[in-house]
């Protein structure tokens, strides 16, 4: 647990009477406004008690404990923060009761009613402010989910839900959560999740094996052509420690979601540095916390490797985000001989041949693949914090992980002439170019061989990749074998000024080569005229006056 945060403080049951201790509290009216509360709340056989505070011991906690003798009782210091108190509160698992006593609250508020039970209830003590305008609100905002005069956000509709009822007591204000649904879970963040470990004590799992933080610096510039919307191309990325973690029965579900108890461990989260973590398996309700959806997992004995993606059978993600955690599996193997990699089912349910061998290339035997159809609860499963992670940072494994796949896929090529410039077409329509002969003559016209990297298989890719003193392509998957190349080289992307991944911005600092990127004005109709939904899957048009010229200047011309 990180210095600062005093959580799961036990109090032994005071000496003095209830009485005393109820009047003990400096404002009397907390015995009569709560008392009914207190009462019939302790009926409950073991309640589960959080209280909030400036100070370690609070007057009301040993109250509460009169009321409750066979309450768990949670006593948290506010001080510590929003990540080690949200850390704290997980840890101890869903309350019956949290009572908030601290001064500057904030919205804290919003936050820590989800780490409530379902019909559990939050006392925000001595609420002036937020009692009247409670009282104001009561009758429309718990039904409807609006607060009068705003206009409310999903995270706002999601709280009205989450809420059953609003009271006001004296100075205080009591929201009950609302007793119905599934069950919310806290979402943790990869530097909190060591911290939530240790607070439970190894119940949960531990930390199996560990690397250090590193920074990856390009020493060559990124050149980018003018544009309607600037973007910047970073060439430093300070990254993470990474860890190798062991969990105990955690639930693994469809669609990279890995949760234990009343948390959403940060395995599930692709971009794990973003301020509010994601998963599009997961329903979103505040920005710390979700609902799983789904059947409940079955148990599965052994031990297993976590390899599940979001996207798993797309060789984008793969090669990005599911490759770069296997810096850890050799070291997996050597704690777990028998360990298997697991992935799960989703828009795909069945292991492509190229999967088998790209994984192959990395280490993991194809009979260690194993793809499940439905969710399970491996008796122990070890996950490793990927060594990638756009647009946030690639960490030094990462070359290493790398290096060795390529070395063993650039063994199947065949022996043959390779192109000394090539340029990666692409035909889907995603983020397709609606001129996309005009740019093949662009680049066939000035020597490069223009290939479609779909039609050969990987070690054949790799060897082309290698073999080019210049790469050139639209920007996309089809450029990611720029990956495997060992030494830097110039390599050109054709793009939208929509498309704002920086994959090849981070291969590129990992690899040194000097990146140009020529950004096209874009398009969200498809060719029939439909509107494409999402802003970074939209068409453009490459053209000549303004991308061309840049083009020329890079090229040398």
Same mark, same amino acid.
């Given at each position: *647990?990180?210095?600062?945060?005093?959580?799961?403080?036990?109090?032994?049951?005071p000496e003095?009477?209830?009485?005393?201790?109820?009047?003990?509290?400096?404002?009397?009216?907390?015995?009569?406004? %709560?008392?009914?509360?207190l009462l019939?709340?302790g009926?409950?056989?073991?309640?589960?008690?959080?209280?909030?505070?400036?100070?370690?011991d609070?007057?009301?906690?040993?109250a509460l404990?009169?009321?409750w003798p066979?309450?768990r009782?949670?006593?948290?210091?506010?001080?510590v923060?929003?990540?080690?108190?949200?850390?704290? %509160?997980?840890?101890?698992?869903?309350?019956?009761?949290?009572?908030?006593?601290?001064?500057?609250?904030?919205?804290?508020?919003r936050e820590?009613?989800?780490?409530l039970?379902?019909g559990?209830?939050l006392?925000?003590?001595d609420?002036r402010?937020e009692?009247g305008?409670?009282a104001e609100?009561?009758?429309?905002?718990?039904?409807s989910?609006?607060?009068?005069?705003?206009?409310?956000?999903?995270?706002?509709?999601?709280?009205?839900?989450?809420?059953d009822?609003?009271?006001?007591r004296?100075?205080?204000?009591?929201? #009950?959560?609302?007793?119905?649904?599934?069950?919310?879970?806290?979402?943790?963040?990869?530097?909190?999740?060591?911290?939530?470990l240790e607070?439970?004590?190894?119940?949960v799992?531990?930390?199996?094996?560990?690397?250090?933080?590193?920074?990856?610096v390009?020493?060559?510039?990124?050149?980018?052509?003018?544009?309607? #919307?600037?973007m910047?191309?970073?060439?430093?990325?300070?990254?993470?420690?990474?860890?190798?973690?062991?969990?105990?029965r955690?639930?693994c579900?469809?669609?990279?979601v890995?949760?234990?108890?009343n948390v959403?461990?940060?395995?599930?989260?692709?971009?794990?540095?973003?301020?509010?973590?994601?998963?599009r398996?997961?329903?979103p309700v505040?920005p710390?916390?979700?609902?799983?959806?789904?059947?409940?997992?079955?148990?599965?004995?052994?031990t297993?490797f976590?390899?599940?993606?979001?996207?798993?059978?797309?060789?984008?993600?793969a090669?990005?985000?599911?490759?770069?955690?296997?810096w850890a599996?050799?070291e997996?193997?050597?704690?777990?001989?028998?360990?298997?990699?697991?992935?799960l089912?989703?828009a795909?349910? #069945?292991?492509?041949e190229?999967?088998?061998?790209?994984?192959e290339?990395?280490?993991?035997?194809?009979?260690d693949?194993?793809?499940?159809?439905?969710?399970?609860?491996?008796?122990?499963?070890?996950a490793?914090?990927?060594?990638?992670?756009?647009?946030?940072y690639?960490h030094?494994?990462?070359r290493?992980?790398?290096?060795?796949v390529?070395?063993?896929?650039?063994?199947d090529?065949p022996?043959?002439d390779?192109a000394?410039?090539?340029?990666?077409s692409?035909?889907?329509?995603?983020?397709?170019?609606?001129?996309p002969?005009?740019?093949?003559?662009?680049?066939?016209?000035?020597?490069?061989e223009?290939?479609?990297?779909?039609?050969?298989?990987?070690g054949?890719?790799?060897? *082309?990749?290698?073999?080019?003193?210049?790469?050139?392509?639209?920007?996309?998957?089809?450029?990611?074998? *720029?990956a495997?190349?060992r030494?830097?080289?110039?390599?050109?992307?054709?793009?939208?000024?929509?498309?704002?991944?920086?994959?090849?911005?981070?291969f590129?600092?990992?690899?040194?080569?000097?990146?140009?990127?020529?950004?096209?004005?874009?398009?969200?109709?498809?060719?029939?005229?439909?509107?494409?939904?999402?802003r970074?899957?939209a068409r453009?048009?490459?053209?000549?006056a303004?991308?061309?010229?840049?083009?020329?200047?890079?090229?040398?011309?």
């Amino acid at each position: *647990m990180r210095a600062g945060v005093r959580a799961l403080a036990r109090l032994a049951r005071p000496e003095p009477t209830a009485a005393e201790r109820l009047e003990s509290l400096e404002d009397a009216s907390t015995v009569t406004a %709560l008392r009914p509360l207190l009462l019939r709340l302790g009926e409950r056989p073991e309640p589960a008690v959080a209280v909030v505070a400036d100070v370690i011991d609070p007057p009301i906690a040993r109250a509460l404990l009169e009321v409750w003798p066979q309450a768990r009782l949670t006593v948290l210091d506010a001080a510590v923060g929003e990540s080690d108190l949200h850390v704290a %509160l997980a840890a101890a698992g869903s309350f019956d009761a949290i009572f908030d006593l601290a001064d500057e609250r904030g919205g804290r508020s919003r936050e820590i009613l989800f780490h409530l039970r379902r019909g559990g209830v939050l006392v925000v003590m001595d609420a002036r402010a937020e009692a009247g305008r409670a009282a104001e609100v009561a009758g429309t905002a718990v039904r409807s989910g609006l607060l009068p005069d705003d206009v409310p956000t999903p995270d706002d509709l999601h709280l009205a839900r989450a809420v059953d009822s609003v009271a006001v007591r004296g100075d205080h204000l009591i929201l #009950t959560a609302n007793p119905r649904g599934r069950p919310y879970l806290a979402k943790l963040r990869e530097e909190e999740v060591d911290a939530y470990l240790e607070a439970t004590l190894g119940r949960v799992g531990r930390v199996l094996g560990s690397r250090p933080g590193s920074v990856v610096v390009n020493p060559a510039p990124v050149v980018v052509s003018q544009a309607d #919307t600037p973007m910047v191309y970073r060439t430093t990325f300070e990254a993470p420690p990474l860890r190798l973690r062991e969990y105990h029965r955690v639930e693994c579900l469809t669609g990279q979601v890995l949760c234990t108890d009343n948390v959403v461990l940060p395995d599930s989260f692709r971009h794990n540095y973003r301020p509010r973590l994601a998963n599009r398996s997961t329903v979103p309700v505040a920005p710390r916390f979700a609902q799983t959806k789904g059947p409940q997992p079955e148990d599965r004995d052994g031990t297993w490797f976590y390899l599940d993606s979001e996207f798993r059978g797309h060789f984008g993600h793969a090669m990005t985000e599911q490759v770069s955690r296997l810096w850890a599996w050799q070291e997996a193997k050597a704690a777990h001989p028998d360990v298997q990699a697991l992935m799960l089912t989703g828009a795909r349910t #069945t292991i492509a041949e190229w999967e088998y061998r790209l994984y192959e290339a990395a280490g993991v035997p194809r009979e260690d693949l194993v793809l499940l159809d439905r969710p399970v609860r491996p008796e122990r499963l070890l996950a490793a914090t990927p060594a990638f992670s756009q647009p946030g940072y690639i960490h030094e494994a990462a070359r290493e992980v790398y290096d060795r796949v390529g070395d063993h896929l650039a063994v199947d090529a065949p022996a043959r002439d390779y192109a000394d410039r090539i340029f990666c077409s692409r035909r889907h329509e995603k983020r397709s170019a609606t001129n996309p002969a005009e740019v093949e003559d662009f680049f066939a016209r000035r020597g490069f061989e223009i290939v479609y990297p779909e039609d050969h298989p990987l070690g054949e890719q790799v060897q *082309m990749f290698r073999s080019a003193t210049e790469v050139a392509g639209f920007a996309g998957s089809a450029m990611f074998s *720029m990956a495997f190349v060992r030494e830097p080289k110039r390599v050109t992307l054709v793009s939208a000024e929509t498309y704002t991944a920086q994959n090849e911005g981070l291969f590129a600092a990992m690899r040194g080569h000097q990146l140009n990127v020529a950004r096209c004005r874009a398009t969200r109709l498809r060719p029939d005229g439909t509107l494409i939904a999402k802003r970074l899957q939209a068409r453009f048009t490459f053209d000549d006056a303004r991308e061309g010229e840049f083009l020329r200047r890079i090229l040398g011309e």
